[in-house]
């Protein structure tokens, strides 16, 4: 293969990549968003508590079940806001980082600061709990700002197909705890 044709098939490739760098800088939005909802048999009351802070977190998040090695440590009050939990996972899929409250209103929301190692986005997850009918309507949503990373913002593309089922996951194992509670307190 002459050295003209390899030098123009390199050149061609990294002319390439800088397009799509390029054009994911000024086309692929700079937030990425994963929301799901599951109606629980329960009052909010029941629900509050298991999601403003982190002595039971572990009992339903769907990360701890992915790794039952990962190490945590709470700090702060035991709810509310300024509790805080940090984890640390040699699974991938797990990763390591921190969770605080930054808000939490009793029976209608917690929100949450998010930190992962080796990730400088702006990360905050809620729960919403919205009284339906018998029972509540949870809401968990994340929310992250790349901040300008054009790597962040094509992760971002993929981000609800890798994490969505988890959520749907931590969803159904909070509804089967609340509802067991809940029937136990009738």
Do not use: C
Not at 174 to 182: D, G, I, N, S, T
């Amino acid at each position: 293969m002459p050295v003209s044709v390899l030098r123009n098939f390199v050149l061609g490739t990294l002319i390439l990549i800088a397009v799509l760098i390029g054009v994911g800088f000024f086309v692929l939005p700079d937030t990425a968003r994963i929301e799901r909802s599951v109606l629980v048999q329960a009052s909010p009351a029941q629900i509050f508590p298991l999601v403003n802070g982190f002595t039971r977190f572990n009992q339903w998040q769907p990360w701890a079940k992915m790794d039952p090695a990962m190490k945590t440590e709470r700090s702060g009050p035991a709810e509310g806001v300024g509790a805080r939990q940090a984890w640390h996972s040699e699974q991938e899929s797990v990763g390591s980082g921190s969770l605080e409250i930054i808000e939490s209103l009793p029976n209608e929301r917690v929100r949450m600061q998010l930190q992962y190692t080796g990730f400088d986005g702006d990360n905050r997850s809620s729960f919403t709990l919205q009284p339906e009918g018998e029972g509540t309507r949870v809401t968990w949503l994340y929310e992250t700002s790349f901040q300008g990373n054009i790597l962040g913002r094509w992760f971002g593309l993929m981000l609800d197909g890798m994490v969505g089922k988890d959520y749907e996951a931590g969803l159904l194992n909070l509804k089967l705890l609340a509802e067991r509670e809940a029937a136990a307190a009738r």
